[in-house]
């Protein structure tokens, strides 16, 4: 089983800048490939960033240039770091993972990210 906990949602002005972290507990195997779901209110959920435990990385149209994503496989700790927010950034945030070719399997609670003045 894996269990995955996110932190660092906050308000913060457009312009501003946060960092989510994602700790995971359990199988190294099933969180081979990490990622950030993102749901604003009326929306879809979509895909905002994901990166295995080789390095491979893949980030949203919406938000290259902005967002980087990274992991700590010894702390099995990801991180998404966020610039020049937006409001249309506003979302939950939710930490996900999973094996390859089944991601992702498993879902953190969410974190609440609002980019307002």
């Known amino acids: 089983q894996v269990r995955l906990v996110e932190s660092g949602g906050d308000l913060v002005q457009p312009g501003g800048s946060l960092r989510l972290s994602c700790a995971a507990t359990g199988s190294i195997f099933s969180t081979r490939v990490m990622g950030w779901y993102r749901q604003a209110p009326g929306k879809q959920r979509e895909l905002v960033a994901s990166?295995?435990?080789?390095?491979?990385?893949d980030l949203g149209d919406f938000v290259k240039g902005r967002f980087t994503i990274s992991r700590d496989n010894a702390k099995k700790t990801m991180y998404l770091q966020m610039n020049s927010l937006k409001p249309e950034d506003t979302a939950v945030y939710y930490c996900?993972?999973?094996?390859?070719?089944?991601?992702?399997?498993?879902w953190g609670q969410g974190t609440q990210v609002t980019v307002s003045s």
């Open positions: 990166t295995t435990s080789g390095g491979t990385t």
């Open positions: 996900t993972a999973g094996p390859l070719g089944s991601f992702p399997s498993y």
